[in-house]
């Protein structure tokens, strides 16, 4: 008899554990090799640790540091036409004269990823070709890398990138190889 | 009554052993196709490797850092950085290789160097290799990239000393 409080309280453990596993998935449910809990948290691990995109989209300050007001802003417009400097200033020299310079990941609707939706960001990265058609066969971004990004991962960049402030900047145009 | 109590508790060990796949034990295979998936999706370690004149990364030479002697222009990976400490800074060799690479280091050596900076011979690395960004990577994330460092092919190269910025 004493044994029946038990078997209830054993289930009802077990029954909440159901009803969690239910709620989860109702939502969106996260690859299982995550250690974050979320899709912005995934997001901002990517963007700011693991990868890292702050050490090129980034400017620098005066004190050669990355200038955190022009957090992931890509190359200032003002630099076009440079020549000598690191490449946060005088963009990555290519092949054949070919010059790339950092974009704006800000969501800047004009300068940045504003209009992207989710979906064009995710296949600019399965396949390099950006939105607007362009794709380089060589870039400092390595789209050949990039490609073999989970889907997941790539959305939880696009997600984390939408909460960053917006800020309007046109990097200076690529010179493509000659 | 402590029977019972017994088998439940070993039925929520065993339950929570399969629904939380962190708290298991990682294999070493395990581990490595984690580092691999980082070092070839995510984290490239692009600046560890030199290019070719069309742009396109030297496999010949992956993961063993610049070229020496450099050229005295070119893409970073190749010709170096430069940031307000170094005039150029080079990418090193992070191949297994045990003379020239970092074959001989541990992975506490390696998980110290990348949430430090500080390399087992003591030296302290610039930011430019960005370790105060990689200071969060977690420890399973960090075990990983080094257990697939450990399998990729040596490569014997030691490039150029790092030049001084001017004194100002």
Known sequence: MRRWPLLLGALGALSLIGAACALNSSQEKLPADWEQTSYLERGDYLVNHLGHCDGCHTPLGRDGQPDMSHFLSGVPAKFAGAKAGPPQVAGFPGPRGARFYAKNLTPDPETGLGRWSEEQFIQ?????VRPDGVKYAISPMEWNIYANMKKEDVRAIYRYLRTLKPIANKPPEDIPPK | ???????????????????????????????IAR???IATAIQGCGCHTREKPDGSKDENWHYAGSPNPAPPFGPPANAG???????????RNITPDSATGIGKWTEADFIRAMRTGITPDGRVLDTQMPWNAFQKITDRDLKSLWAYLKTIK??????PRNIPADRK
Do not use: C, D, H
């Open chain 1, 124 to 128: 600019t990265f399965r396949t390099g």
């Open chain 2, 81 to 91: 950085w430069s940031s307000p400490r170094w005039k150029k800074i080079y990418a």
């Open chain 2, 154 to 159: 040596p490569v014997r190269n030691t490039p």
């Open chain 2, 35 to 37: 580092g691999r998936y």
């Open chain 2, 1 to 31: 009554m402590n029977r019972i109590s017994a088998f439940f508790t070993f039925l929520a060990t065993v339950l929570m052993i399969f629904l939380l796949p962190s708290a298991r034990a990682q294999t070493q295979a395990e581990l």
